[in-house]
């Protein structure tokens, strides 16, 4: 059991996860949600649920941030009340949240002690422990969180310095959203000449082509349901868009983002964005104007 005491920021399905995980480690734990029946659900399992972000912050070693964009993450950070809004925190601030490279350069100002995480994984793996986590940041600040990571992940990797974390995971979010689009874009020119949805995706999934994630968004793709979101296809845009600021930055041309890009926001236009990213197919047009939705 790790001695170490910790704080998750944001409860959802990640966040939440991870929470639930190191209760189940016996971790001293507290938790808050700008809604507050996770953290309730949570209180009655065992951890402190805190009125404020500041007040959880305040009582941790280690403070996990999990959130859904940049934009609640500064708020929860940043904010009247927010983590940082009284000063530095005592223990590592750890954000899992995938945000701008700007944004997390504003927190280190503001706060000496912080990692920068990418999660690979999804809500179950954070319930399990195993999680993959690729961290920026120092070697001293990883040590002080190297505990509660342990709990969470089957592997930690120390990929560099501050923001090497976040950016790595938005090469890996990039690749998942090129991948699940490029499947299903596959799988409407099938349909478009007459072959069956499922024999295409059966086909595709056994292959050597296939990865991990597309066999595991085929099984969306097939059955055309896209509730209850592993990823949110909004939160995929998001990390596509990001991704193209940095590629901008450097100078970098990158075509087939570019067009995953514009597919996903006409995805969220069309109202798919709090569905499952493998929702993007829905957006896929085959010729003569018939889409792939049934």
């Not at 649920?49 to 305040?58: D, K, L």
């Not at 009340?81 to 280190?108: K, M, Q, W, Y």
């Not at 499947?183 to 007459?194: D, F, K, R, Y």
Request: glycine share 12%; charged share 25%; hydrophobic share 45%.
């Amino acid at each position: 059991m790790s001695t170490t005491t910790a704080a998750v920021v944001g409860l959802g399905v990640m966040g939440g996860g991870i929470a639930r995980r190191l209760l189940d480690r016996g971790v001293r734990l507290t938790v808050w949600n700008r809604s507050p029946g996770p953290a309730e659900a949570l209180g009655e399992l065992g951890a402190t649920v805190a009125r404020t972000p500041a007040e959880a912050a305040r009582r941790a070693d280690v403070v996990l941030v999990s959130l859904a964009d940049g934009e609640a993450t500064e708020q929860v950070l940043l904010g009247p009340d927010g983590i940082l809004a009284d000063g530095p925190v005592e223990g590592v601030l750890a954000s899992a949240s995938t945000i701008s490279p700007d944004l997390l350069r504003v927190v280190r100002e503001r706060t000496p002690t912080v990692l920068d995480l990418g999660l690979l994984g999804n809500g179950h793996h954070a319930k399990s422990g195993e999680l993959r986590v690729y961290v920026g940041g120092t070697d001293k600040d990883l040590s002080r969180a190297q505990d509660i990571l342990d709990l969470i992940a089957k592997q930690v990797v120390h990929v560099g310095g501050p923001g090497d974390g976040m950016r790595l995971k938005l090469l890996m979010n990039t690749l998942m959203g090129i991948q699940v689009q490029a499947m299903a874009e596959a799988t409407a020119l099938g349909e478009s000449v007459g072959l069956r949805r499922q024999a295409v995706l059966d086909a595709i999934t056994v292959s050597g082509f296939a990865t991990p994630v597309m066999g595991f968004k085929a099984r969306r793709l097939a059955a055309d349901r896209y509730d209850q979101p592993d990823f949110r296809l909004r939160l995929m845009a998001k990390d596509l868009g990001l991704a193209m600021s940095e590629a901008d930055r450097t100078g970098l041309h990158l075509p087939l983002v570019t067009s995953a890009l514009a597919t996903h926001e006409e995805a969220v236009r069309r109202g798919d964005g709090d569905l499952d990213c493998a929702a993007v197919g829905r957006t896929i047009t085959a010729p003569g104007g018939k889409g792939t939705r049934p």
